[in-house]
């Protein structure tokens, strides 16, 4: 089995300015069961300030926030995408965030890596990081 590994991820100092200038997170995948980390994280993030949207093919709330079955359906502006999907699907989650114009940060959670991607949303001028928990991050840098 073939691991990928980062080969664009943003530095401290850009996690920091991240987690400054974000307001409003649509979390790919966030699941209703609070033992998933999409669940824990995103809880957290409300907690301490953030905007969640949840983007789920289930469910009609989670968190207490309206869920949404695709980035395309939220009406109101996303800073950024918390992406809890497996590193294949992460191509489609940019490809999305990139036709909405206004998403300025991809995400990609412990674990999660897709360089294509990565690049992609790079050159569509967004912050990228790969790899790192929001959570831990948050509470590490902000």
Known sequence: ??????TINADIDEIKRIFKE?????????SPDPSKASHRVAKYLKEVGYKIIPVYPKEDEILGEKV?????????????????RKSAAVKAVVEASIARGDVKV???QAGIVNNEAAAMAKEHGMAVVQSRC???DHRDYA
């Open 22 to 30: 974000v307001k409003t997170i649509a979390v790919i995948g966030l």
């Open 68 to 84: 949404y079955r695709s980035l395309k359906e939220i009406p109101v502006c996303v800073d950024m995408v918390d992406i809890f």
């Open 106 to 108: 991809v995400w990609m």
């Open 134 to 136: 929001a959570m831990v």
């Open 1 to 6: 089995m073939e691991c990928e590994f980062p």
